[in-house]
């Protein structure tokens, strides 16, 4: 390892923070000894917060219709071939109940930008497992709404709100995304929902057409300023159904290093070991959380529709039931030394 790098990364353990440039060193001068090193450093950190606990998420997906258009995304609204299905607030409410019995206590709702789901019906859902569920955190994962809408969400109960930058750069944002989205607005709906009072998360997909290491620093400078309380990064996979079908997926590797580098910027930061990451590689999810990862998210949709929530290609899981899922991840994170805790899994100060 060059020795501007080893300085960099004693730096970022000492004091958290690097300028943009210092990320942008360490983006281009990944190597496998960096990594180990960084590795190190994060799971030390990671262990002195939350000791060997990994928090588990429920994963909901309860549309997959959409009205954006999102280039890399599989559910685009422009993709015919996607067969598209919603589920009703009873099998919603079914599919809490199930993860409850399985020892979850975080619900996350994620969905394309459907409009079906007005205020009011997505409020009385909330409300409904709010009050069947009271010690449970509910996240919701809707896309951009308006800020009064994010309020009456608040107000009915949800918790915490993901919503991936997807790119700190307006101009990298600008080749992802159709004309209609704008970065500001995805950075107004991250301060609303700030406001707001949730919990927010943000995140970014490594190895995104024409990403450059000096993006991914910004990203890392986006996260360093944003602090938020949850960062949800795995890697880019082409979708066959999409513009960016033949682009190359991003890496087992860079996605672990990225890891490691945000738990050292964050140390109390809810960082999962993305699905995205498991199915580039069979033990991703493994070394995601050996990386500095602290959250994993089964899937709790009902199998028929699993296949049709298809953001990106070769997906795992499709057909595993979630109690089957819950046992996997369980086993999965013991061998490794790492225990799922039934917990609730919030953020620290
Ligand atoms: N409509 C919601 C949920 C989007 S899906 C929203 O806008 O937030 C959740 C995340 O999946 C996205 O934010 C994106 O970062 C990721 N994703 C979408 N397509 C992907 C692909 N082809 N490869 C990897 N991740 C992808």
Redesign the pocket.
């Known amino acids: 390892m060059e020795s501007r790098t080893s300085e960099l990364i004693d730096e970022l353990a000492h004091n958290h923070t690097l300028d943009l440039e210092g990320y942008e060193h360490l983006v281009t001068h990944q190597d496998d000894e960096a990594a180990q090193r960084l590795a190190d450093l994060a799971s030390a950190v990671r262990k002195d917060v939350y000791g060997t606990d990994v928090f588990v998420r429920g994963l909901i997906e309860i549309s997959s219709i ?1 009205k ?1 258009d ?1 280039l ?4 685009r609204s422009s993709n015919a071939s996607c067969e598209r299905y919603r589920l009703t607030p009873e099998q919603i409410l079914l599919c809490a109940d199930m993860g409850y019995e399985l020892g979850f206590r975080t619900f996350v709702l ?4 459907d409009m079906w789901f007005s205020d009011e019906r997505l409020c009385a859902i909330v409300a409904s497992i709010r009050e069947r569920h009271p010690d449970c955190a509910i996240t919701l ?4 709404r308006s800020r009064e809408s994010y309020a009456r969400l608040r107000q009915a109960g949800a918790d915490r709100y ?3 930058h ?1 790119t700190a750069d307006p101009e990298h944002y600008a080749l992802l995304h159709p004309a209609a989205m704008s970065f500001d607005n995805r950075m107004r709906c991250l301060h609303d929902l700030r406001e707001l009072g949730y919990a927010v998360g943000v ?3 490594v190895g ?1 057409p024409y990403q450059t290491p000096r993006h991914l620093a910004e990203d890392l400078a986006f996260i360093d300023r944003f602090k938020p309380e949850m960062c ?1 990064i ?6 066959h159904a ?1 513009p ?1 079908a033949d682009r190359p ?2 890496t087992l590797e860079q996605t672990c290093y990225l890891l490691s580098i945000i738990r050292l910027i964050h140390p109390t930061v809810l960082l999962p070991a ?1 699905t ?1 990451l498991g199915t580039i590689d069979p033990l991703g999810r493994e070394k995601g959380v050996l990386a500095g990862a602290n959250v994993v998210m089964p899937n709790l949709s009902p199998v028929d529709v699993r296949q049709k929530y298809l ?2 290609d070769g997906k795992i899981c499709m057909g595993d039931e979630a109690a089957e899922c819950r046992r996997c991840l369980d086993l999965r994170m013991e061998r490794i030394g790492y225990h799922v805790v039934v917990d609730r899994g919030d953020p620290r100060p």
Request: overall charge negative; hydrophobic content about 30%.
């Open positions: 959409c954006n999102c890399y995304c599989g559910l994620q969905g394309g930008e994962s809707m896309g951009e993901l919503l991936r997807e995140g970014m997909m995104s949800g795995g890697p880019f996979i082409p979708h999409t960016f997926a991003g993305t995205a953001l990106y």
